[in-house]
């Protein structure tokens, strides 16, 4: 397996926003996260049958179904997977799994040899008629500040399963990412960011990206993405992990209190409410986040001082207002 992309695969990324490559991870690289998750399942389903909040625990459910039967009877198993405010489940079959070498290698074919984990990564559980799993159309820079609009930012959208039109697998708009960020409105389905339909430039049609188990589709900050309810009885688990170059802003070495709207743009992080990480760095190999313990506890820090940084504020208003004005 090449550890980088071929020049084709560059290309399409650059000429169409986007790019599928099917054969990123082997299954005993993904196994272990599977696994770390069941074990978070589990132990969150043995305290809620405990407390009396579930009628059993679902163990012989596979992964790709259990989530769905105890999600039935009760919410909060979502929690520990998903986190409250951004971030969620972290451990360490994760973090091996976001800095695989052939995944790093991908992104170096794209970013360049010096990578920056971007803060922004979600451990996501897509549940059959679940709304918050849907996630409407929008471009991830509709999240990011504005003075990180023309940097790259790639988004890595990896499954767990394999992903199909019929469980929910994205949606992308090809060669739109030249357009700049478009509008986006708050409160859209699911309570997410929304790019809506008028505001979708018409010239291409939205193709969708079925992806294996394995595969990951690589998407810039500015490839309007979506992915719609599913009915089928799956979980379609996927990550969402972000690399930029450490050109790029960042918040590399600081805590949460070194924020400061005031501060030149330059030195404000693309998405300052979660920690930045170093995952690649052959001129400075000794800022590399290198041990789980390392990455969580510049995660931790983030995630449990009162002084977190704010999101960026991009001026977006509720769809309803919009609708009324
Ligand atoms: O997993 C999904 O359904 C949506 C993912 C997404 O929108 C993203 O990674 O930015």
Redesign the pocket.
Known sequence: MPNGLTAEQVRHFTDEGYVMVPDVFTDAEIQPLRDEITGVIDSAAQDMLAAGKISRSWAEEPFETRLTRVFGECAEILSPIVGRAGGGHSGPAFFEFITNQRLLGCMESLVGPEIIGSSVY?I?P?MPCYER???PW?Q?SGYFSPHCDEELIV?C?IPLVDTYPEN?C?QVLPRAHGRGVMRHFTHGPGGFLVIQDEDLPTSERPVTVPVPAGGALFMTNLTP???SLHTVDVV?W?V?VRYQSATVPNNIGELPGDYSAARPTHEIACYPPEADFVVQSPAQPERVVDSWHAFHEIRQRFETQGDRPPGPQRGWVPVATADRA
């Open positions: 979600r996501r897509k799993g849907a996630v929008h991830d988004t959208w929910g994205l993405h979506c992915s379609r996927a969402d």
